[in-house]
């Protein structure tokens, strides 16, 4: 039986250790705090104020809204449990406010404006863009389960962005059939600040991207397909990018371009369905691109907390 222990464990794979471990450690144990989530200015506008229009009214404001979405995502309770633990929340925090129902959350989430929240920083940015699926809700498995056979699992396509610290700095949910390509390149037109440089795997191999990047006077790291040649109506970076990865081998291209640092997306999709579960639990169009909004807000909020500091280890 052949091994796989080369595979696994390379030689040549670096090994880092954290070196701030304390602060790392608090900040693991906020991510649980209710004070972090439940904000002073979420308490003080939950109601919402009239809108000096005839008709009826609405009890609660968007950001009351927001909270109770975000605490039901974050803690992964359905709406109903939802409902119970904000109950019991206020209750305990002798607040006298009332708490949407669920059926009130499940109206209002499909129209909720959730903006990106991103901490601004200087200087320019790595862009570090990738896709996964999540799973949506749909017939297929419950066919199976119901009349035997496989189903067919419905799942959407989450496209991030994110720079150099792990910070989402763009976001689309998109049908599963959609180009990763084509989102990349909306991705390298439409972030804020400026870039450096922009990383991702193959799927993102195409003359657009480079032209995008090129126009924002950012550089491209992107592995070239492996029948991919040089010269003819192709771009001159790219063909650059060929010629090198030819002469001293993949492995070496990516080393010394920097494409490692393309993990950073890969981490932060293992974040998001570690914490936050591999499904959507809204079940049309607009409600779940709220739903992925709000998931990448925790995601940044948890980031600003405190992360892993790590180092390189020379063995």
Request: hydrophobic share 35%; aromatic share 6%; glycine share 10%.
């Amino acid at each position: 039986m052949p091994s796989t222990k080369s595979r696994i464990h390379p030689k040549y794979k670096t090994k880092y250790r954290v070196s701030n471990w304390s602060d790392y450690d608090r900040s693991l144990a906020e991510r649980g705090s209710l004070t972090i989530w439940l904000s002073p200015n979420a308490i003080s506008g939950w109601n919402a104020k009239p809108s000096r229009c005839r008709g009826g009214q609405r009890k609660y404001s968007d950001l009351a809204i927001e909270t109770a979405l975000t605490l039901r995502l974050l803690f992964q309770l359905p709406l109903r449990q939802a409902e119970g633990f904000l109950r019991s929340l206020f209750d305990l925090m002798g607040l006298v406010l009332d708490v949407p129902d669920h059926t009130t959350l499940s109206r209002r989430v499909k129209h909720q404006k959730v903006l990106l929240r991103v901490p601004k920083k200087p200087g320019r940015m790595d862009l570090v863009i990738d896709s996964s699926g999540l799973a949506i809700f749909g017939e297929g498995e419950w066919a199976a389960a119901k009349h035997g056979g496989k189903g067919i699992r419905g799942w959407k396509k989450l496209h991030l962005g994110v720079d150099g610290d792990g910070v989402i700095v763009g976001r689309r949910l998109t049908d599963a059939s959609v180009d990763d390509g084509s989102v990349g390149v909306d991705f390298v037109d439409g972030v804020p600040g400026k870039v450096r440089r922009v990383l991702g795997d193959g799927a993102y191999d195409s003359r657009a991207l480079y032209d995008a990047a090129t126009s924002r006077g950012a550089k491209v790291v992107v592995p070239p397909i492996k029948t991919a040649q040089a010269g003819g109506r192709g771009c001159r970076a790219r063909d650059r990018v060929v010629r090198r990865v030819r002469k001293v081998g993949r492995r070496q291209w990516k080393k010394e371009s920097g494409y490692h640092q393309q993990s950073r997306a890969e981490n932060t999709f293992m974040r998001y369905k570690w914490i936050l579960g591999d499904r959507l639990h809204a079940r049309d169009a607009d409600g779940q691109s709220v739903e992925a909004r709000l998931a990448c807000n925790i995601l940044n909020r948890m980031t600003e907390l405190g992360m892993p500091a790590s180092y390189a280890v020379r063995m």
